[in-house]
T-cell receptor
Framework: KAGVTQTPRYLIKTRGQQVTLSCSPISGHRSVSWYQQTPGQGLQFLFEYFSETQRNKGNFPGRFSGRQFSNSRSEMNVSTLELGDSALYLC???????????????FGPGTRLTVL | TQLLEQSPQFLSIQEGENLTVYCNSSSVFSSLQWYRQEPGEGPVLLVTVVTGGEVKKLKRLTFQFGDARKDSSLHITAAQPGDTGLYLCAGATIGGGSNYKLTFGKGTLLTVNP
């Protein structure tokens, strides 16, 4: 069974640009979550999508947005990039449709975004 | 805001030594997960603990969930270089409706030297 895939793996952008990152969940997984990981702040939750609907959202500005398609693939977009947006962006998929206590998430390898 | 404090932040030990990593919070979690992350990869789930006081063992790794479900520890016996990585704890909270949330600690970077 293929794992979670993320594209691209590496990305370099300049301030003010926008970027779109893609995530393909494990087959059959309908929940996709996005996280930002930086050395200073660690792993921070961005948002979660389930059945094409944003189900939960972290404390990030509106420049960060996402969507999910009918095949459960998800994209996240960051507009007007800032230097502080440089980070590893991780996507995680989950099988559980109803969120019980065992919501095991499977992470992709991440997209390393560098903003110059 | 729920915070998970992990300690120590960095740990460098020799092969064969034992170690313990701590994960503490003032909040109660419905479950707590431990992940390991290697360079260039995403975190990989090691274990989920659910019941206060629960102890789970995974080969040389022992995980414990505090009685009050606010803290957890990871103990590694006879560490090996292959144990090197970033260890993350994550607490799960489930509110009403769709308010599920996983809060991560900042991690403990473990280096096991041969």
């Amino acid at each position: 069974k293929a794992g979670v895939t993320q594209t691209p793996r590496y990305l370099i952008k300049t301030r003010g640009q926008q970027v779109t990152l893609s995530c393909s969940p494990i087959s059959g997984h309908r929940s996709v979550s996005w996280y930002q990981q930086t050395p200073g702040q660690g792993l921070q939750f961005l948002f979660e999508y389930f059945s094409e609907t944003q189900r939960n959202k972290g404390n990030f500005p509106g420049r960060f947005s996402g969507r999910q398609f009918s095949n459960s693939r998800s994209e996240m977009n960051v507009s007007t990039l800032e230097l502080g947006d440089s980070a590893l962006y991780l996507c995680a998929s989950s099988l559980v449709a109803y969120r019980g206590r065992y919501n095991e998430q499977f992470f992709g390898p991440g997209t390393r975004l560098t903003v110059l | 805001t729920q915070l998970l404090e992990q300690s120590p932040q960095f740990l460098s030990i020799q092969e064969g030594e034992n170690l313990t990593v701590y994960c503490n919070s003032s909040s109660v979690f419905s479950s707590l997960q431990w992940y390991r992350q290697e360079p260039g990869e995403g975190p990989v789930l090691l274990v989920t603990v659910v019941t206060g006081g629960e102890v789970k063992k995974l080969k040389r790794l022992t995980f414990q969930f505090g009685d009050a479900r606010k803290d957890s520890s990871l103990h590694i016996t006879a560490a090996q270089p292959g144990d090197t990585g970033l260890y993350l704890c994550a607490g799960a909270t489930i509110g009403g409706g769709s308010n599920y949330k996983l809060t991560f600690g900042k991690g403990t970077l473990l280096t096991v030297n041969p």
